[in-house]
């Protein structure tokens, strides 16, 4: 169970790192003459809702774990919560309830948003930056050419 659960943690981490750069290459790919525009709006869209589907993915996934180690959500006191966990799981149990007390997981989202709006500037930037190593590459090469030929 926690295996599976850890591998669709990574595929949405993977999700929220590969969605810019996707779509920062689908733009350039189209004919769309300022794509920079249609990157940044739909971009951010489509990182918060990915972000958003994360934030919730989180606190159901703890919530499956907790079910999973006999954790009863209902119970009124500890000897109810704790009666069907076993003694090895004890420990995991109690650090997964503390974090899933304190904000819920639409603050996390609206968080995680606003912490990851730099990266779709920083993929756009390094794309740029890109560009012109390849517009100076090729810049040398032709120069070189055209002194060899000479």
């Known amino acids: 169970m926690d295996i599976l659960l850890t591998i669709a943690d990574f595929l949405i981490f993977g999700l929220i790192a590969a969605i810019p750069i996707l779509w920062l290459v689908i733009l350039k790919k ?3 003459e300022f794509y920079e525009i249609y990157y940044f709006s739909i971009g951010l869209l489509l990182l918060g809702l ?3 589907f994360s934030a919730w993915w989180s606190d159901k996934s703890d919530l499956m774990r907790l079910e999973y180690y006999g954790y009863n959500m209902d119970g009124m006191n ?3 919560r704790y009666g069907k966990v ?3 799981n004890m420990e995991r149990v109690k650090s997964i ?3 899933i007390m304190g904000i819920g997981w639409q603050l996390k989202a609206i968080f995680g948003f606003i912490t990851l709006i730099p990266y779709i500037l ?3 930037v390094g794309d740029k930056l890109l560009q012109l190593i390849k517009w100076i590459y090729k810049a040398k090469i ?3 050419t055209e002194n060899f030929k000479k």
């Open 78 to 80: 500890e000897t109810e």
């Open 122 to 124: 920083v993929v756009y």
């Open 97 to 99: 309830e503390i974090g």
């Open 30 to 32: 189209s004919t769309i």
């Open 86 to 88: 076993s003694q090895e």
């Open 50 to 52: 990915v972000i958003y």
């Open 142 to 144: 032709r120069r070189n």
